[in-house]
């Protein structure tokens, strides 16, 4: 049974990528007010998938049938791949694109009706990364966990060929240089120049070697340096959205309080304006008592003249 963090993490790479970073925060701030810190930081270091990216996680959430079929069509293509020639191979790449094709309208209908216009839809990208997961194991696995933070391409159809790459130690140097020594060795009949050109091309290589593991102490350097740049960069934007979204909440608080102020201006107004109706029908029956006392007066003056006659 999946857990709640399980969830939330479904959620976020299943909902339109525009809600991505407040879901994320709202999960990371829920968490750590639940003192699950190991989930607040397994949250915060999910990252955001790009749109294409988005649709091909939403048709590996929500038809992961289909993500199955792909995977195990992949694995028989590359198999079949390696007999194949000629007109065999061109059917094979159109059974491959009439696949593509119905995965992308799948994931396109998926889209639209998570709320997405059909037009903002980078089906290019989807398609490519399809068409990689279908070329590349590594990519068909991670489509199918539904948690592509970007899309993939493959030049391509087939094996992607894979270099041959080794660490030169030292005892491999020396053994390198034995096999050099070996295949360099002048048969006896060689003339005295031989010895003299496998020396020149036993520096060369030598000098090879050494300019392959200067390369890689280079390349090694640049890899930790961009891993440390990448990670600065992760935590300024971590940073830059935590600050935005405290932004996002004053400007909330301020809004709430204006509409509260606003609200009770606008009793305010109201009072005044029942206070106002009240003064004017007071002075209106104040000005008819009045009216009423000069009348009585009147008539009692009139009484009093007709005693004295």
């Not at 049938?65 to 791949?81: F, K, P, S």
């Not at 080794?166 to 060689?190: C, F, I, M, N, S």
């Not at 000005?287 to 003249?305: E, K, P, T, Y």
Request: cysteine-free; overall charge negative.
């Amino acid at each position: 049974m999946p857990s709640s963090t399980d969830t939330v993490v479904r959620r976020l790479y299943e909902d339109p990528p525009e809600s991505f970073v407040a879901t994320r925060a709202a999960a990371v701030d829920e968490a750590r007010r639940s003192g699950d810190r190991d989930a607040a930081k397994r949250l915060a270091a999910l990252k955001k998938p790009t749109v294409a990216a988005w649709v091909v996680n939403l048709l590996a959430l929500k038809r992961p049938e289909l993500i199955g079929e792909l995977v195990e069509l992949a694995t028989a293509l590359r198999a079949a791949q390696r007999d194949l020639h000629g007109e065999q191979l061109r059917e094979l790449s159109n059974q491959r694109r009439q696949f593509v094709s119905a995965l992308v309208a799948a994931a396109r209908k998926l889209a639209v009706a998570a709320g997405v216009p059909a037009a903002r839809l980078p089906l290019a990208e989807v398609e490519s990364t399809l068409t990689a997961a279908l070329a590349e194991p590594e990519i068909a696995e991670q489509v199918r966990t539904g948690r592509l933070i970007r899309a993939a391409t493959y030049a391509g159809f087939g094996e992607v060929p894979r270099p041959r790459l080794r660490l030169v130690t030292g005892e491999a140097a020396d053994a390198d240089q034995d096999q050099d020594q070996e295949e360099d060795e002048p048969d006896e009949d060689a003339g005295a120049e031989v010895p003299r050109l496998s020396a020149r091309e036993r520096a060369a290589a030598e000098q090879r070697r050494r300019e392959r593991d200067r390369k890689q102490r280079e390349l090694d350097r640049e890899l930790s340096t961009a891993l440390a740049a990448e990670r600065r960069a992760d935590e300024q934007l971590e940073r830059a959205e935590a600050a935005e979204r405290d932004a996002g909440h004053l400007v909330e608080d301020l809004d709430a309080e204006l509409a509260e102020l606003e609200r009770r201006r606008t009793e305010a107004v109201a009072d005044v304006a029942r206070r106002k109706l009240a003064r004017r029908t007071a002075e209106r029956e104040s000005a008819a008592a009045r009216r009423r006392v000069g009348d009585v007066q009147a008539a009692l003056d009139d009484l009093a003249a007709e005693g004295a006659d």
